[in-house]
């Protein structure tokens, strides 16, 4: 464990980076994208540096920085990472690397505002996943849809208004309710701080209104069906790293939120939702899948796709109320592990497919799959680095999609072997839609004279996409690296869901 | 001296109004050119001086001078400052576009110190009459100040407007404040407050003058359904008056009512807080649901204005102590949002650039990005988006609403939020999302009002960072 404020760089240096960009003589666009690089690569690597330090024997917070913030309130600037948070910390530094060398030629109206919203984005991001005080994790909780509004509104789409605005409102709408409960529960406990929240007694009709209360804030980032169609139109009309962040690291946040808060705050309640929430899981998982397959704008299929990976995620941590038979906590310990490396392997994975996506709109400016087909013959290694995302996206063992899956789908036998088949349905489903999608884009006869002047990949396509491959490969042959560092903090945290607060 | 002392920003600021009337007086024997200089100069000084000496009241002349007249107490000094503080920013704003219409003259920077006056015998009142004429100071000043360019029918109506139903709102509040003395036989509120204790809540003419009292102020503040005056004002008044307007007079009503409500009604507080949830409620709706279909900017934020003086009234429906601290930083907060976005009006005129209808602010993002930022800052903050400091303002509310028991209420305050944020994005959209080959500006640019609203709009940025000094200073103005 190190002292130092490690967490507060990994907040505060890519913010202070997009204000730098936002200053007026920024003409040279090489020296903008040079410096917008460079702050992200820093980024990158003191998050790694970070993970490096992290001590993954404990469930404790660790690099924790604490300075009263608003004295009177007894809200604090509390920082600290335990097990769960590490991996997104790592992931959101990444993935705005990625974001930024795919933004490199592409984007070329104020390119250095572009570069600035996602660097903002990218510490306000961090600060989610590294806030302990309910006022600070609110605070960054809603900073962030600021950079994420401008993003689709400005480099968007042709519908780019309709959805950002449903973005920003539909969000606003879930968290402002999550902030009167956190007021609540600021003025019942005495102080913000989120392991106090954790500690403090709560009778269960309390306990119900706060989950309640989170429920909406969460259930919209998910998203969880109903809730979920502000989705599909932010991911098809922002821009392509826009998409990326979106399916990386927003969509995590509203699963690590019930992770940090709904599970631990209001386990009672939680074990009372539960039933609820396993069966909205399921219906995203089932329901959703089937939407899926009848679209015909690849984002719009992806991002459908994203909302039954996260029903994956929340039914493994849902399920865990209902364990039954000799290993409850183990089965309960499986799920949450499952869910939240689902949560991983999805980020790199939804990433790599929207940024593939991405590669062929560039060339072609088009979404629709009835344009395309046949880029493998014109684009080989395209073909290939796409169809092996789509693999990982269905599941296929030896890919980072198999491991979330397959551990959640175990987990829930012990529950229910009903959901489990239901879950394991998606197999079946997920492999339609995606390998449907292989079929007409990839495969095929070449479909058109465009398609068949396809350039190749260029070589920050190919860096871009090659990046991601490799993660998704080694996890997926070997998750322990992410499951090493997670394993306290999930026995810890299963722990305190199972226990009871009332009383 | 000590007898002095304690209304030396209220002397400051009548020799300010007299000198600069003077200079009026003799402008046929004065050169044009320094009374071009002077008039501004003279007013900025005494501004100055007052806020000078509201910054270094000693705390030992705490207490009430001249018979009951005035007093001067940890509120006071903060609110006064903050008055000749907020009267100096909008004429460093607005001089020199009224001067590019012919109105920069003695009048209107007399007009400008009289309401600033009008606005610190509020804060510091301490009797009734006293109060009673610094709001007449005050309106008398703003019906003129509104209807200075004479030429301009629009103005020329809403200040009538203004004037008709100001006046009745005088008379109201005068008929409660008579009641109220007839009942306790005091003009003090110190003592009126000590007076209704002693005869216990409830009786009927009691109940009879919060009423008046409260509509009448409810009326000054702008809140529903006492706004008809709102949206008029801000759009017939010339931009720099509705930036007055929109700020100053806020100052005072905050002031009015937790000096008239909080502490002199404050035994009646079980008969008037429902009443005020009422009233807020209701500018909440109004204010948020009629921003919606604006296109008018000015009138835009007059809606914006009217669901903002419902947040804050829901502060002091509380009845706590948190709740009216929550009341006064949010004042506060919003007068600092509103003056960036007025004073934006104002910069992007002096640049050719008049916005009247929001859809003029198309393709500011491009051609004048650093005004459109600060306008972004502004829209978010009056969101209520974090990390601007119009969050907090927020929170201090809904903190106070909470604790008092009212979480039903906090609750319908938040949606509306929701339903207020539509309309800021929407600026934001226009600003930002339609593109226009509109060129970048050029030209000189840094001056030192330009200076000044930059700091300004920053401060939001700035004060959501740290937002424990301005609460902090409200919370120790209140409870002190």
Known sequence: ?503 | MMSFSAMAPEIWIAIGVLAVVGFEALRSRLPGDFLKTAIPATALLALALALIEALFWNGASQGVFYDGSLVIDAFSRVFVAAACLGALIILFYSVADMERHGLGGGEYHALVLTATLGVVVIITAANLLVLYLGLELLSLSLYTLISIDRERIPAAEAAMKYFFLGAIASGVLLYGLSLLYGLSGTLSIAGLSVDLMAMGSGTMLAWVAAVFVLVALSFKFGAAPFHMWVPDVYEGAPTPITLFVATLPELASIALFVRLLSSGLAPLVRDWSAMLVGIAVLSLLVGNLGALFQTNFKRLLAYSAIGHVGFILLGIATGTLRGEVAAVYYTLVYVLMTAVAFGLLLALRARGQDIEAIDDLAGLGQSQPWWSLLMLFAMFSLAGVPPFVGFWAKLAVLRALLSAGFPPVAIFAVLMAVIGAFYYLRVVKIMYFDRTDRPRATGNFWNVPNLILSLNGLALFILGLVPSALWGLCAWAIRH
């Open chain 1, 1 to 503: 464990m190190t002292h130092g404020p490690w967490l507060s760089f990994l907040i505060w240096i890519p913010v202070l980076g997009g204000v730098l960009l936002l200053l007026p003589g920024w003409k040279n666009p090489i020296l903008r994208r040079s410096f917008a690089l460079t702050v992200s690569l820093l980024t990158f690597a003191l998050s790694l540096w970070v993970g490096f330090h992290f001590e993954d024997r404990t469930a404790a917070m660790q690099f924790v920085e604490r300075v009263p913030w608003i004295p009177f309130l007894h809200a604090n600037y509390h920082l600290g990472i335990d097990g769960i948070s590490l991996p997104f910390l790592v992931l959101t530094t990444f993935s705005t690397v990625l974001v930024i060398l795919a933004g490199w030629r592409i984007i070329d109206y104020r390119q250095a505002g572009y570069f600035a919203a996602f660097l903002i984005m990218e510490g306000f991001m961090n600060g989610v996943f590294s806030a302990l005080d309910g006022l600070l994790f609110y605070f960054f909780w809603e900073a962030m849809l600021i950079p994420m509004f401008l993003i689709i509104g400005i480099w968007g789409g042709p519908r780019r208004i309709y959805a950002s605005f449903k973005f920003f409102l539909y969000t606003f709408l879930g968290s402002v309710l999550m902030l009167v409960a956190l007021i609540y529960l600021g003025q019942r406990v005495g102080s913000y701080d989120l392991l106090a929240f954790q500690r403090a007694p709560l009778g269960l009709g309390v306990q119900i209104w706060i989950f309640i209360a989170f429920l909406v804030a969460f259930a919209v980032k998910v998203p969880m069906w109903p809730v979920h169609t502000w989705l599909p139109d932010a991911h098809v009309e922002a821009p392509t790293g826009g998409s990326v962040i979106l399916a990386a690291i927003m969509l995590k946040m509203g699963a690590y939120g019930f992770l940090r808060l709904s599970l631990p705050i209001a386990p009672d309640a939680s074990r009372y939702f539960a039933g609820l929430m396993v069966a909205l899981s399921l219906v995203a998982i089932l329901y959703i899948g089937f939407v899926a397959l009848v679209q015909t704008d690849m984002k719009k299929l992806i991002a459908y796709s994203s909302i039954v990976h996260m029903g994956f995620v929340t039914l493994g941590f849902f399920a865990l109320y209902f364990m039954m038979g000799a290993f409850t906590t183990e089965a309960a310990r499986m799920g949450v592990e499952g869910g939240i490396f689902q949560m991983i392997s999805h980020g790199l994975v939804s990433a790599a497919l929207f940024l593939s996506v991405g590669v062929l709109y560039d060339r072609l400016h088009s979404r629709e799959i009835g344009t395309y087909g046949g880029v493998a013959k014109v684009m080989p290694a395209f073909g290939a680095l796409f169809v092996f995302f789509a693999m990982a996206n269905v599941g296929l063992p030896g890919t980072s999609g198999f491991v979330g899956e397959f551990q959640v789908i175990l987990s829930t036998w012990q529950a229910n072997p009903w959901w489990s088949l239901g879950a394991a349905l998606n197999l079946i489903i997920g492999a339609g839609f995606t390998l449907w999608l292989m079929k007409r884009v990839v495969f095929g006869p070449v479909q058109s004279g465009a398609v068949s002047g396809l350039p190749g990949l260029d070589w920050r396509e190919r860096l871009v996409l090659f990046s991601l491959a490799v993660p998704v490969l080694v996890l997926g042959l070997w998750p322990a690296p992410v499951m090493n560092v997670m394993r306290a903090s999930v026995a810890h945290l299963v722990r305190q869901a199972l226990a009871t607060k009332i009383g």
